[in-house]
């Protein structure tokens, strides 16, 4: 759904966000508040000065700092119960619900069309160019992730479109008929509508950033942003998930350079379905890859993969072992499990699955089983990666139970390469931070990247 770019508008309190995520959280708590008067609509907007190189070349860096304010100020003179926060200089995130997606699109055009009249800033009237990216979701299905995501690339739409974008995230919208998707994905993989972002993985002792995990996007030219859930299931069904999987090791390959020109030599780690385990002309491929690439790999692999087929499975996972990849069991304790084989695995790290992990500090059972879990991967002289670590005291925790790496969005969500290479060049800082929690960033930098 889209709709065009008015009106006007009270004081303002713009919200600059805390240091990890709160704002998410608060968002959270009010849309639910909300849902009680019966507005079921969440909506994320992300507007955009997008005249502000210009704008700060003729105002001066100090007053071109806070436009963000004047921007709020219009915003909520136009919509009075959203709320607001700052997402850099230039960007700022609104947030409000409605009773449907129509209404939430009435509110979208008159902030766009708001913006049409010039500002007035210190006596003297400015235009400002604005990209909104909007979108809006059932608040029963809210999933504040992807609600961001889909703002993100709405106004990533936007700034190409030059209009106001909004996506809609209904359910009627997602049930993505797989079928088509099924038909859509060759020439999409070949379209370059793929992208990946990488997540790192730090280390807890070196208070270093170990390795990164790419993950990979789908950035559908009328669907918008889909993530992985909904098409890597697909791709396996429809005959797909070697093209996809060689095609990432490819990219991951080419980005893996541009990092170490930058000065950063890390291990990137490519997620495996158990299905091209059992699969010869893909290992043949990969092992053809990897002899050529001066690359340095690490391949995540589930035990239930393993499982289904162990003994080709265990053959081919060595031939990647004894090709120099670093193999990882991933999201462990989440599917079927089998102290034989983890025994028989080459390989050298195990990911505890974010599900206990994300419920570590309120639950009575999941620090035992994380706990039992770091001590069995140590004694097989594995390390021990944590995933889904989203809070200080989860880290905390690990911390002292020995967990050797945390990945999550504590540290980082997944960021696209050019993203990651300015959280790599910004972390010089971190060599001589104190303690874990240092690796914290502030929302804004995410907002930015
Ligand atoms: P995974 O391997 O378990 O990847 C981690 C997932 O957890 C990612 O979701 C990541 O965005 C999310 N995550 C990271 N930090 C946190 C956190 O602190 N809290 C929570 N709640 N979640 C966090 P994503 O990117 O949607 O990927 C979903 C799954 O899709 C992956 O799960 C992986 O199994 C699969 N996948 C992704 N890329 C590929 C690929 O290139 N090939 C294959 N075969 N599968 C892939
Ligand atoms: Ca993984
Ligand atoms: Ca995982």
Request: aromatic fraction near 6%; charged fraction near 30%; charge should be negative.
């Amino acid at each position: 759904m889209r709709v065009h770019g008015s009106r006007e508008g009270m004081e303002v309190s713009l919200r600059e966000r805390g240091p990890k995520a709160p704002g998410k959280r608060e968002l959270h708590r009010a849309s639910n508040d909300r849902h009680v008067e019966g507005r079921y609509w969440s909506v994320l907007g992300l507007c955009e000065i997008a005249n502000f190189a210009s704008l700060r070349r003729h105002l001066g860096r100090a007053r071109a700092d806070s436009l963000v304010l004047d921007v709020a100020r219009r915003l909520s003179d136009i919509v009075p119960d959203i709320r607001i926060a700052a997402a850099g200089r230039a960007v700022i995130e609104i947030a409000f619900e409605r009773e449907s997606p129509e209404e939430a699109a009435d509110d979208i055009d008159r902030i766009s069309k708001g913006f049409l009249r010039a500002l007035d800033l210190d006596g003297e009237p400015h235009q400002l160019d604005m990209h909104f990216g909007v979108a809006a979701a059932p608040l029963v299905e809210d999933d504040e992730v992807l609600l961001a995501e889909a703002a993100e690339s709405a106004l990533d739409q936007a700034r190409i479109d030059g209009r106001v974008v909004m996506l809609d995230l209904s359910r009627a919208d997602l049930a993505f008929d797989k079928l088509t998707l099924m038909r859509e994905l060759p020439r999409a993989i070949a379209n370059g509508e793929m992208f990946l972002q990488y997540q790192p993985k730090v280390h807890v002792r070196r208070q270093e950033i170990a390795s990164a995990e790419a993950l990979v996007r789908w950035q559908h030219p009328t669907r918008g942003l889909i993530l992985p859930g909904d098409f890597i299931s697909v791709a396996e069904q429809a005959g797909e998930i070697s093209t996809l999987t060689l095609w990432t090791l490819r990219q991951v390959i080419e980005d893996q350079k541009k990092l170490r020109e930058d000065g950063f030599d890390m291990l990137l780690f490519v997620n495996i379905s158990g299905q091209l385990l059992a699969d010869p002309a893909f290992v043949d491929e990969v092992c053809g890859m990897l002899a050529t690439a001066d690359a340095k790999l690490g391949f995540e692999i589930t035990e239930t993969a393993v499982i289904r087929d162990p003994e080709s499975a265990i053959r081919h996972l060595q031939f990647f072992a004894d090709s120099g990849v670093t193999l990882a069991i991933d999201d462990y304790g989440a599917g079927l499990s089998s102290l034989a084989y983890l025994k028989k695995l080459p390989a050298r790290e195990l990911k505890i699955d974010k599900m206990f992990v994300t419920q570590l500090t309120s639950s009575n059972r999941d620090p035992l089983i994380v706990r039992s879990t770091i001590d069995l991967a140590h004694a097989l002289e594995m390390e021990v990666t944590a995933e889904g670590v989203e809070t200080p005291s989860a880290l905390a925790l690990l911390s002292v139970m020995g967990c050797d790496m945390v990945q999550g969005f504590l540290i980082s969500r997944p960021l696209g390469l050019d993203a990651f290479r300015k959280f790599l060049a910004d972390d010089g800082h971190l060599e001589n931070a104190s303690g874990p929690a240092s690796f914290v960033r502030p929302e804004s930098f995410w907002k930015r990247a």
